[in-house]
């Protein structure tokens, strides 16, 4: 059971309730296939760096998971099948991560404060 | 005509001690690099979205290749851009 991070970008026109729907679905597949979700973080509407399939805004979602390696065939499936989706990531979070991210969920100050006027 | 090291100056030229660089993940003990947060990331980004190099950043080794790629992600995510004339 490893931990993963999913962001996915979806498209700007994207309804509330699709976006709802859509996160469901995808969290619905992690259980399912014996995974548990973490914790699930949308961001909403962000403008982008540079124009991704022509839009310049889309809609960011990050969910952090845990997995059986194999299944994340199953997930990439599911979400390139997706056309609201524009871009996904799946990446494997180590054990520093899981604990940056606890502590960035928890409100507890990570180390990376002191670095930033370094 | 004087040639420049027969100027002698009334008080002595103190060089500027440029400050010693040190790896700032090693030093605050920082373990994980995180690819969403974009804002810390451009520290290490020049005017065009490049990434500086170790001699500028003063990174270890590890630190700068976990640097690149948190940065290499950030971009594939739309978070940076890949290239840009005004970041800052």
Do not use: N, S
């Given at each position: 059971m490893n931990n993963y991070e999913l962001m996915v970008i979806f498209t700007p026109v994207l309804s509330e309730e699709d976006f709802k729907a859509s996160q469901k679905k995808f969290l619905d597949l992690i259980t399912d296939n014996g995974g548990e979700v973490v914790s699930t973080n949308p961001w909403g509407l962000k403008s982008l760096a540079y124009p991704i399939q022509k839009k310049t805004t889309a809609i960011y979602w990050v969910a952090e998971f845990k997995g059986q390696p194999d299944f994340n065939e199953k997930l990439k499936i599911q979400l390139l099948r997706?056309?609201?989706?524009?871009r996904h990531m799946i990446t494997k979070l180590d054990k520093y991560a899981v604990e940056y991210n606890q502590r960035k969920r928890s409100g507890v100050p990570t180390g990376n404060e002191k670095a930033v006027e370094a | 005509m004087a040639k420049a090291n027969e100027i002698k100056y009334l008080t002595a030229i103190?060089?500027?001690?440029r400050a010693k660089k040190f790896c700032r993940f090693k030093k605050y003990g920082i373990k994980y690099i995180d690819y969403k947060d974009a804002e810390f990331l451009?520290?290490?980004?020049n005017e065009q979205g490049k990434l500086f190099p170790r001699r500028l950043t003063g990174n270890s080794l590890k630190f700068q290749r976990k640097v690149s790629e948190a940065v290499k992600k950030a971009r594939q995510m739309g978070l940076l851009p890949y290239v840009t004339d005004l970041l800052k």
């Open positions: 997706d056309e609201q989706v524009l | 103190k060089q500027e001690k451009k520290k290490f980004l």
